[in-house]
């Protein structure tokens, strides 16, 4: 029996709603400004002060903006000084970590993608204990396998090595790729693997002319995530090298950390800066897909 | 020779069987339905067939060569899936050649058959287009199309039209039909929908628990069901199954129910063992079109029911009546009127009533 409201009631509600709104949507905006600036502060800050002169930073405040775009900083914590000993720069530890996360996300990429495969397709008997056992992998600290990685790698004769590192990280990132893939492939249709068997295909094909054309959306996440984990990794990168084939975030603590002389801020501004542009370039890159990979369900047929 | 034969095939999962001592056969150019509710093992049977699922015992024969360990590509069959399966990254044409190609197949001959499958099924227009760029229907044909490029002995089809929706569904399925009325080639299809299987099958095998509880024409398995399951899940609503006692009287063979004088003659009535009848307790089974409102035929058989309930949906009408406690249902136009609450004359068509034994359920 509420049908016979007035419509001046009508526009007092829609008048009242209206101001709610507004200022919800405000209140909102407030929120994600402040949260916004607090994750972009610290970029800012490392930006200026990479572009300052040491002069312009012992005078200057942290948030000062720079005189002029002063970029030597940069050129220091890339390319160093040129003079002889003692002088660390980023440039050889840059190619090192180059030289160890392509082979080791390619590698724990494909071998995640063929144990996925394998786990979801081709069912085996204990197959359910075989997944448990690399999701258990998944939880295992890194610090639990230091040492018998380092016996490893000793054994192997690969230890202080760029290669030494790629297997480590190859090893290490299998849980975490099987994971994915597996999770991918079980939502294909197991039809499609018996429609390509009787068609004559056979285990490999399947899996290279079948599953892996549908697979960009995984492949996209599963990159994504190795390359930051591998790029960004610092226990295994001082445990297992050290001097020359350091990768750049050990080489990175080695600057900031030892220099014996005056603390150079811009440089270590720059050099963080330096260390850190590839996993920005990858998500920038990919980002989309990342997050498209990431909510995507079944694939329809 | 039998196209393909089954003997004495059993699969477990484990602890669980599956499949039961299955013993089949098919004659070159029938169309096989597997039909049962869904966990009977059909599906199974089929992917046997196919080479798919492996075997704990008995053997697959195919033109009698047994290929219980022959590879699936090596059965010369082809299956058409419920998914359909088409592979998502290939476009229609290399969906269809993917098999001979796997086959090596000379370029000309995957070229002719390609030409003439996709004429036939009329997909040559979309030899171009990726499967998610299809409709329902036309992935449907595409899938049948892949199967027909190989030329199979056999084909298998594994619920191929429980994806689409109810009008084409009824579309594909005459289009099955007609396909097969052209090619003759010999056909195993598995559903659960009655409807199909009667209207597409040969020979209708209903399964219920890994055992085939039938395995017969489609007419046979409608008017003369084995047993009451197959009686019961063949008829939409299904035969009426009438629980009471056989009782003979001077020479005349009665089916009484206990507290009630209600009595159906038994008369022509074709029994695979005469001996024993008396007293038995039995199921009498008629089905709802088999009731009629007026006599039809000098041999039906007048009986006054009670009428207790009216379904009306459109073309006819479904009653419920009340034999001596038990619920008949009739169907009948829906032009017809009667009230419910009273006493209803009703003819019961005897020459397509059923007997079942009261333990076994088997047909008497």
């Not at chain 1, 942290?62 to 390319?79: I, K, R, T």
């Not at chain 2, 206990?258 to 038995?280: A, H, Q, T, V, W």
């Not at chain 2, 035929?297 to 309930?309: G, P, V």
């Amino acid at each position: 029996m509420q049908g016979n409201l007035k419509s001046s009631s009508y526009q007092q509600l829609e008048q009242k709603s209206k101001y709610t709104n507004m200022f919800l949507r405000w209140f909102l905006y407030f929120i994600l400004i402040v949260f916004a600036s607090y994750f972009i502060f610290p970029l800012y800050v490392m930006v200026v002060t990479s572009l300052k002169t040491m002069e312009e930073i012992r005078q200057g405040t942290l948030l000062s903006w720079p005189n002029g775009l002063n970029l030597e900083s940069w050129a220091v914590a890339w390319g160093g000084r040129g003079y002889g000993a003692g002088d660390t720069f980023l440039r050889p530890y840059f190619w090192n970590s180059i030289k160890m996360v392509v082979p080791a996300v390619f590698f724990s990429t494909f071998i995640g993608a063929m144990t996925g495969y394998v786990l979801t397709k081709w069912r085996f008997k204990g197959d359910q204990w075989v997944f448990l056992f690399l999701l258990f992998g998944c939880f295992i600290p890194f610090q639990a396998i230091l040492l018998p990685m380092a016996r490893t790698l000793g054994v192997l004769g690969i230890s202080n090595s760029v290669i030494g590192l790629v297997l480590v990280h190859t090893v290490y990132g299998i849980p975490f790729t099987t994971l994915f893939f597996r999770n991918y492939y079980i939502s294909v249709p197991t039809e499609l693997v018996k429609a390509a068997r009787i068609d004559g295909a056979g285990f490999f094909k399947i899996f290279f002319k079948i599953l892996l054309p549908i697979s960009a959306p995984i492949i996209v996440v599963t990159v994504i995530w190795q390359f930051t984990q591998i790029w960004n990794d610092f226990l295994f990168g001082s445990t297992f090298s050290f001097g020359e084939a350091a990768p750049i975030q050990v080489a990175l603590n080695n600057m900031v950390l030892s220099s014996t002389s005056v603390k150079e801020y811009n440089v270590d501004m720059a050099s963080a800066i330096i260390a850190g542009i590839p996993t920005l370039i990858v998500y920038v890159l990919a980002g989309k897909y990342f997050i498209r990979g990431l909510t995507s369900g079944a694939v329809k047929g | 020779m039998k196209t393909l034969k089954i003997e004495e095939l059993s699969k477990n999962f484990g602890s669980t069987e599956v499949l039961k001592k299955i013993n089949l056969e098919i004659d070159e150019g029938n169309f096989l339905v597997l039909l049962g509710p869904s966990g009977c093992g059909k599906s199974t049977l089929l992917n046997i067939i196919a080479g798919l699922e492996t075997i704990n015992e008995g053997d697959v024969f195919i033109d009698d060569y047994n290929v219980s360990k022959v590879e699936p590509k090596d059965r010369n069959i082809a299956m058409v899936f419920q998914s359909y399966a088409l592979y998502p990254s290939m476009n229609v044409k290399e969906n269809m050649i993917f098999g001979l190609k796997q086959a090596k197949t000379s370029k000309e001959k995957i070229q002719e058959q390609l030409e003439k499958v996709s004429k036939f099924l009329q997909v040559d227009q979309l030899l171009e287009r990726k499967p998610s760029q299809l409709s329902g229907g036309q992935r449907q044909r595409v899938a049948i199309g892949r199967a027909l490029v190989r030329e199979p002995r056999i084909f298998l089809f594994d619920e191929p039209l429980s994806n689409l929706d109810a009008k084409l569904r009824v579309e594909m399925r005459r289009e099955i039909k007609k396909l097969h009325q052209q090619l003759k080639t010999t056909v195993v299809y598995v559903t659960h929908d009655q409807t199909e299987a009667m209207s597409l099958g040969t020979n209708i095998a209903i399964m219920n628990h890994g055992v085939i509880q039938q395995n017969d024409t489609p007419e046979k398995i409608y008017n003369k069901p084995s047993n009451t399951f197959v009686a019961d899940f063949i008829g939409s609503p299904s035969m009426n199954l009438i629980k009471g006692i056989l009782k003979e009287n001077s020479g005349d063979l009665l089916f009484t129910v206990g507290g009630s004088n209600l009595e159906i003659p038994i008369r022509d009535y074709d029994f695979k063992d005469k001996l024993n009848l008396n007293n038995k307790e039995v199921f009498f089974g008629i089905r709802p079109e088999h009731i009629f409102f007026k006599k039809f035929n000098e041999s039906d058989f007048e009986i006054n029911l009670r009428a207790d309930l009216s379904e009306y949906i459109g073309h006819e009408q479904i009653m419920t009546f009340d034999y001596a406690n038990q619920e008949v249902l009739a169907k009948f136009p829906s032009t017809i009127k009667i009230d419910l609450g009273k006493e209803t004359k009703l003819y019961f068509d005897l020459t397509q009533a059923s007997l079942f034994d009261a333990q076994t359920e088997e047909r008497i």
